[in-house]
Nanobody, 124 residues
Framework: VQLQASGGGLVQAGAALRLSCVLS????????MGWFRQAPGKERQFVTS????????YYEDSVEGRFTISRDNAKNTMYLQMNSLKPEDTALYYC??????????????????WGQGTQVTVSS
């Protein structure tokens, strides 16, 4: 199983970016997906997740209304549309896959496979 994240970059505050994550090695439509991020000197934290069953979404409070998670099962790809980016969004963004469903998708231990991360840097 492999996850390949892409789409990061250096942008100014207020700009937008779209991250992508391609899952291979397991049936994409049967697994929940999530995004986490790790800022320098901080622990990795939950950003958002999307279930496989009903596409239920959970968001961390600071990104609610600015970020949108989506998935395209035909392309085995998950997306993270990030709008109105702020300097505090600067982090290494990881995608992950989970066999679980529900609010425990906010917890890192619910995920069994992780991508390598893509860097997002937002300048003020």
């Amino acid at each position: 199983v492999q996850l390949q994240a892409s789409g990061g970059g250096l942008v100014q505050a207020g700009a937008a970016l779209r991250l992508s994550c391609v899952l291979s090695g397991r049936p994409f439509s049967d697994y929940a997906m999530g995004w986490f991020r790790q800022a320098p000197g901080k622990e990795r934290q939950f950003v958002t997740s999307i279930s496989y069953r009903d596409r239920r979404r959970y968001y961390e409070d600071s990104v609610e209304g600015r970020f949108t998670i989506s998935r395209d099962n035909a392309k085995n790809t998950m997306y993270l549309q990030m709008n109105s980016l702020k300097p505090e969004d600067t982090a290494l963004y990881y995608c992950a896959s989970s066999p679980y469903y529900g609010s425990n998708l906010r917890d890192q231990v619910a995920y069994d496979y992780w991508g390598q991360g893509t860097q997002v840097t937002v300048s003020s």
